[in-house]
């Protein structure tokens, strides 16, 4: 009787967690899969087809669309890699008591106002009446109002504030727990700082590094406002072909496979970087 | 300076805001010598090991290892090498690769990296484990990876900062001796620190006692234990037996002083800031003091002790007494001499004057 009770107990609490998975996930995802292989011949008739796909490789925006969201999703991603680390050692190894606490809370608090405001802020500081751009006026800097926004430069500034708590999280995470007589091990045997941050820092915070660059990569693949909002009507992100697909166009089979293609990638990209880092997911989450 | 002196030091002094935890420490450490330096937590010890190694900066005096002045050299520029605390083996390393991260530093070809990889492991003893991780090691295994990653560099000194604090007792009695013949195979300079001072006795040559950050004495473990210069160092090596009274008289070297008692007893005199009329206090070692039943030799002391309890630990079995309150210790042979002891009985117990040593109670 007792193992019945704790199995339904057991099964209780998973209950909302599977129907988060099946529900929200799984269901969705089997849904558009089949949409995405669906061919519309006329309104009320519908064949099995590639088609779709095959429109995604023979249109060359598409693609282009594609491969260009990847490299700088990627390129994003390294660059809030380089710019979390630093941060994320300050915080770990040198910060100490209240301070820690502060510096942590200061990396939070952009995320209590949504992606939206976050990115509206961008916008009012690099637009041409922006501020940056009346200070370098009034600075005599350059001679005319400055536009910083709708280019490329501007989508990655966005994009890495974004992603940057994600990033220091799970770094800050595994820094915290070397020990410092690993660095000074490191030192003490003859290395240089090149040295202990390649042989004794990055090889223990692995985990942290490729957890936190899963997350920003995922995040950034997947973000729809800030490259609308700050790379303006030439901004080509991948997401936005898809919503254009789903609710501009109504097509609903193209925008299907352009987001089943969209997982491939992430998923391809994250299994490789794992595989070249040597990490396992299993450690790299857990 | 000694000539061969591996490590010379004059007057270190390290602050930490007013607080001075190393404070004026000299020292001379010649070559292919186990030097030890014993005192309890919070002495300096580790921060003096720290200036050693370059992790910190000393605020005055000089740090001279082979005659070069170490002062402004780097850590990893430094021919010092340190076993940790907690020995600080990197954890994404095989053995081999630990072992072999210093000599990768001095840029040695592969093929001789593997060599000396080898050879020092089979020093150590423990060969085939090239390959393996630190975490999958016994301790005692992990403490000889930690020694041979920093000998395997064949520095000029090696540091080593209480390491065996980690193991078990057992293991512990075995690495003091193996340390011990492994300073002497390899012939390298080891400084040691410990609070341990079984530890510190077992494997020296030289040791130096070192309380709030100075050295009360530097010499080899059996002239500490004998002659300790200091009270806290006749206290803190070894076990001691501390007698107060009132001092009588300086003859001889020997000083008579008056128990609380009224019992007039002797010992050597160890420090010149004996008056008579003044507090002070005669260490005695457990181990010095004999049951006596009347046969006293002549010019023994003695006095009158009563028992509170025996405990019997094999050949450390010790008798506790009281004299005056004051607690006594007395060693019990466990070769069929000593008499049956019981609680609250009275016994006399009887000593070498030359081996107890009286301090003025304002000594240092």
């Known amino acids: 009787m007792k193992s019945s009770v704790s199995r339904l107990s057991l099964w209780l609490l998973l209950t909302p967690f599977l129907l988060w998975i099946v529900l929200l996930v799984l269901l969705p995802h089997l849904q558009m899969l089949r949409v995405s292989f669906q061919v519309r011949e006329s309104w009320d008739t519908i064949a099995w ?32 890699l380089i710019i979390a680390f630093p941060i994320a050692w300050y915080i770990a190894r040198l910060a100490r008591g209240r ?108 985990p942290g590094i490729v957890s936190g660059c ?22 080509a992100w991948f997401t936005e072909q898809i919503f254009t697909q789903f609710i501009t166009r109504f097509n609903w089979e193209q925008g299907a496979a352009l987001g089943v293609l969209l997982l491939v990638l992430s998923s391809l990209i994250v299994w490789l970087g794992l595989k070249i880092s040597g990490q396992s997911l299993r450690k790299v989450m857990g | 300076m000694g000539m061969d002196s591996d490590l010379f030091c004059e007057k270190l002094v390290r602050r930490f805001g007013s607080n001075a935890a190393v404070d004026h420490v000299s020292l001379d450490v010649p070559a292919g010598t186990f030097f030890s330096i014993l005192g309890p937590s919070g002495c300096g010890k580790t921060t003096l090991l720290r200036l050693l190694a370059g992790f910190d900066k000393p605020d005055e005096g000089d740090i ?5 002045r170490m002062n402004d050299v780097p850590p990893n520029r430094r021919p010092v090498n340190m076993v940790f605390q907690h020995l600080a083996l990197f954890p994404t390393m095989t053995v081999g690769d630990n072992i072999g991260y ?33 975490q999958e090691l016994s301790g005692g295994q992990r403490q000889r990876v930690a020694l041979a990653r920093c000998l395997v560099l ?21 690495m003091k001796v193996e340390l011990k013949h492994l300073q002497k195979q390899f012939g390298t300079t080891f400084v040691y620190i410990t609070h341990d001072q079984s530890e510190a ?59 609380d008692d009224g019992v007039l007893v002797q010992g050597r005199v160890a420090s010149d800031n004996l008056r008579a009329g003044h507090r002070a206090e005669l260490y005695i070692r457990p181990e010095s003091l004999v049951l006596s039943g009347d046969a006293l030799s ?67």
């Open chain 1, 214 to 235: 899963i997350v920003v990569f995922m995040l950034t693949l997947g973000s729809y406002l800030t490259p609308v909002l700050m790379g303006g009507k030439d901004s």
């Open chain 2, 64 to 68: 001279h290892i082979r005659g070069q």
């Open chain 2, 102 to 134: 210093g000599l990768k530093r001095r840029k040695m070809p592969l093929a001789e990296r593997r060599k000396r990889i080898a050879r020092v492991l089979e020093q150590v003893g423990l060969p085939d484990l090239e390959y393996r991780d630190p």
């Open chain 1, 99 to 206: 301070s820690k606490g502060i510096l942590f809370l200061a990396c939070l608090i952009p995320f209590w106002a949504s992606e939206l405001v976050r990115t509206y802020g961008w916008m009012i500081l690099l637009r041409e009446s922006g501020l940056f751009s009346s200070w370098l006026q009034a600075l005599g800097w350059v001679d005319g109002p400055v536009e910083m926004l709708y280019n490329d430069v501007a989508v990655i500034i966005g994009l890495v504030y974004n992603g940057l708590l994600f990033m220091v999280v799970p770094l800050v995470t595994t820094l915290d727990g070397m020990d410092e007589n690993l660095v000074e091990a490191g030192y003490d045997l003859g290395g240089g700082h090149g040295t202990v941050l390649r042989e004794i820092v990055v090889p223990w915070a692995m």
């Open chain 2, 298 to 364: 002549s010019g023994f002391s003695s006095m009158q002790a009563k028992v509170r309890t025996t405990l019997f630990d094999g050949a450390n079995s010790r008798v506790e007494a009281e004299n005056c309150g004051q607690p006594v210790y007395a060693r019990l042979p466990q070769d069929g001499s000593a008499p049956r002891l019981s609680a609250d009985s009275s016994i006399r117990l009887a000593w070498n004057p030359a081996l107890a040593r009286v301090f003025g109670a304002d000594s240092p």
């Open chain 1, 49 to 80: 087809g590639i088609e779709q796909y095959q429109n995604f490789f023979t249109e060359s925006y598409y693609w282009r669309t594609f491969v260009r969201t990847g490299v700088m999703s990627l390129f994003t991603t390294f660059l809030t």
């Open chain 2, 201 to 259: 006795m077992v494997m020296s040559d030289q040791v130096a006692v070192m309380r709030d950050g100075r050295f009360d004495q530097v010499a080899p473990p059996e002239e500490l234990y004998r002659e300790p210069v200091t009270p806290f160092v006749a206290g803190f090596v070894g076990d001691n037996n501390r007698l107060s009274g009132e001092l009588v008289s300086v003859r001889d070297n020997l000083a008579e002083i008056r128990l």
């Open chain 2, 154 to 174: 064949e520095p000029t000194l090696l540091l080593l900062d209480e390491p065996l604090g980690a193991l078990d007792l057992k293991l512990r009695e075995q």
